[in-house]
């Protein structure tokens, strides 16, 4: 299993980013993926999930109505575009899937956002 994320970079605040996640090695169309970030000094923490079955999204609370979770199948592919970006969502960001009882993680990729 891999999950291979991208898209990060640095940008203004109030600017988007779209992350990707490429995945391969597993029945991506019956698992959710998740999205996880991690700043500097701090926890990881989940920022949101898709389901696999019908799409249903999940967000943080500080990250709500500004990021959008979304996934193509034929692809294995999640994405997560960011919008409104503020210095608070600088960190490295993850994504996530958890198949056949094992918990997989992406390499990360970095979002920088300058104020």
């Known amino acids: 299993v891999q999950l291979q994320a991208s898209g990060g970079g640095l940008v203004q605040t109030g600017g988007s980013l779209r992350l990707s996640c490429a995945t391969s090695g597993f029945s991506f169309d019956g698992y959710a993926t998740a999205w996880f970030r991690q700043a500097p000094g701090k926890g990881r923490e989940g920022v949101s999930c898709?389901?696999?079955?019908?799409?249903?999204?999940y967000y943080a609370e500080s990250v709500a109505g500004r990021f959008t979770i979304s996934r193509d199948d034929a692809k294995k592919t999640v994405y997560l575009q960011m919008n409104t970006l503020k210095p608070e969502d600088t960190a490295l960001y993850y994504c996530?899937?958890?198949?056949?009882?094992?918990?997989?993680w992406g390499q990360g990729t970095q979002v920088t956002v300058s104020s």
């Open positions: 996530y899937t958890a198949w056949r009882g094992y918990n997989y």
């Open positions: 898709i389901t696999s079955s019908d799409a249903d999204t």
